[in-house]
């Protein structure tokens, strides 16, 4: 069963989405090339943003996800 996944890459902190095995741990990163971690569950991770532990890591991860998603529109041009 093919999958769209989430990818966060943590050598250059790139997401991506992309179709894979349900449960597949890692991908290439579509930027640099090198291992990017899956993204677990989205329950899990919003649980984290609402609880607050991390906030500042959840704000930087947004904000990240942002600019990245704001360059891959650009280079898509
Ligand atoms: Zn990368």
């Not at 609880?51 to 280079?75: L, N, V």
Request: with cysteine.
């Amino acid at each position: 069963m093919r999958v769209l996944n989430d990818y966060y890459c943590p050598s250059c902190r790139a997401v991506h989405e992309q179709f894979g095995l349900a449960g597949a741990k890692l991908a290439a990163c579509v930027v640099c090339g090198t291992n990017a971690e899956l993204i677990q569950a989205a329950p899990n991770f919003s649980l984290e943003s609402v609880s607050g532990d991390f906030p500042t890591a959840t704000q930087r991860w947004e904000q990240d996800y942002q600019r990245r998603a704001a360059k891959a529109r650009e280079h898509g041009e």
